[in-house]
């Protein structure tokens, strides 16, 4: 256990579905960030936010959606998936302070989502 | 694009060896590199940091860092089957315009035999 939950554990939805994912942290850390990990690829990471900020957005297409309402709790709003999108999505949080302790990141245990 | 290139392996060792895991890194500008393990199916686990040139222990593992070849190791010794797993080795993107991210390699499997 990592202080940093995830739910649901598991999702499936169809194309046309609206979902969300929810993260919360509790370590007292000021970053957030959202990862996809899909087989034979490294962890891509999605979005970052610091101090409920966000500080990243890697490219990722608009139908996925994040909101970071305060520093513990972080959600990823999905609408009109695609299968290619079917992977497990992973919360992580870091300290967010120190030069190096800042990306000492926790994971939650993801969500395995599939896009039918 | 920065990389961090790790050997997918299998890599297979007896139980009771030690396992040595490698890592590379293409940017000179990292300061602080990490190795997590991820056991089929769950998330990755943070097990070993080092911000430093040399060795750094903690128990049973030991993380290696050389900046000057940009080279991050982890060694496990006396293995057990309970280390089998991927080893996913990550390093800091150094300027502020990358945020504040992790690149990690796609990691490295580790099956330990009895």
């Known amino acids: 256990e990592t202080g940093v939950t995830q739910t649901p554990r598991h999702l499936v939805m169809g194309m046309t579905n609206k979902k969300s994912l929810k993260c919360e942290q509790h370590l007292g850390h000021n970053a957030m960030y959202w990862y996809k990990q899909s087989a034979k690829k490294p962890l891509e990471l999605m979005f970052v936010y610091n101090f409920k900020e966000q500080t990243e957005n890697n490219s990722v297409p608009s139908r996925f959606s994040p909101e970071c309402p305060n520093s513990s709790h972080l959600f990823l709003h999905l609408h009109t998936l695609q299968p290619e999108d079917s992977a497990l999505y992973l919360c992580?949080?870091?300290?967010?302070?120190?030069?190096?302790?800042?990306?000492?990141?926790?994971f939650g245990p993801g969500t395995r989502l599939t896009v039918t | 694009q920065k990389e961090v290139e790790q050997n997918s392996g299998p890599l297979s060792v007896p139980e009771g060896a030690i396992a040595s895991l490698n890592c590379t890194y293409s940017?000179?500008?990292?300061?602080?590199f990490f190795w997590y393990r991820q056991y089929s199916g769950k998330s990755p686990e943070l097990i070993m940091f080092i911000y430093s040139n040399g060795d750094k222990e903690d128990g049973r593992f030991t993380a290696q860092l050389n900046k000057a070849s940009q080279y991050v190791s982890l060694l496990i010794r006396d293995s057990q089957p309970s280390d089998s797993a991927t080893y996913l080795c990550?390093?800091?993107?150094?300027?502020?315009?990358?945020?504040?991210?992790?690149?990690f390699g796609k990691g490295t499997s580790l099956l330990v035999t009895p």
């Open positions: 992580a949080s870091s300290p967010g302070t120190g030069r190096r302790t800042f990306y000492e990141q926790y």
């Open positions: 990550a390093v800091s993107l150094p300027n502020s315009n990358s945020g504040y991210a992790l690149n």
């Open positions: 940017d000179r500008g990292s300061q602080s």
